[in-house]
């Protein structure tokens, strides 16, 4: 029997022994992303009351932060340059915007936009509106003289339009009232002149 609690008082001896011996478990490594270049990562962490701050971008002129105004984009104001037609099967048309106010005063319209949209005629072969595409009609943007080139336009018969917010306009003669037409032939360069309209002011 003496003999019997030795063996066991042996057996649990050795066992901690041996349980003893073994290295320590040491703690996994947490994966860490590495930043460009091989340095660490260093971002903070979620902060102590569970919130994570988000990134914070500085405000500019370009990047308004937070409750800042957007940018107003630049408009050119040095006079236009209106380019020679590419060949002798297209044709560029040219003029100067002006809105006219409510005292009768003309200010250049900046930064609208025009479209040339072709003629239909119609049954009885009378021109009875105008039909332009945003995507496909020829398109000029006034600069900040009001200024306006479209280049490079198909020979064809064109109504002028302005596109607004509240849609597009078809604008007429200024010194009749009647119908304007711009007739654009290849090789040739259509100077509109000065065209003043009463226009509620752009945005």
Request: proline content about 12%; glycine content about 14%; overall charge negative.
């Amino acid at each position: 029997m003496r003999l019997f609690q030795l063996i066991v008082i042996g057996v649990i001896a050795a066992a901690l022994l041996g349980a003893c011996g073994q290295p320590a478990a040491q703690p996994e490594p947490s994966a860490t992303p590495a930043t460009p270049g091989g340095t660490t990562d260093t971002s903070p962490g979620p902060a102590s009351g569970g919130a994570y701050p988000g990134p914070t971008v500085a405000a500019s002129s370009a990047y308004p932060g937070p409750g800042g105004e957007p940018a107003t984009p630049t408009i050119d104001t040095s006079p236009l340059v209106v380019p020679q037609p590419a060949s002798d099967q297209v044709g560029v048309v040219t003029g100067t915007l002006y809105r006219v106010d409510e005292a009768g005063q003309r200010e250049p319209l900046r930064g609208a936009t025009l479209f040339l949209g072709t003629i239909i005629k119609a049954a009885d072969g009378t021109e009875a509106m105008a039909q332009m595409d945003r995507a496909t009609s020829p398109k000029a943007l006034t600069n900040g003289l009001g200024q306006f080139a479209f280049v490079d336009v198909p020979p064809e018969r064109y109504g002028l339009m302005l596109d607004t917010i509240q849609g597009t306009l078809l604008l007429n003669d200024p010194a009749t009232g009647g119908d304007f037409v711009v007739e654009v032939a290849g090789g040739q360069t259509i100077e509109l002149g000065e065209l003043a309209y009463p226009l509620p002011a752009l945005p």
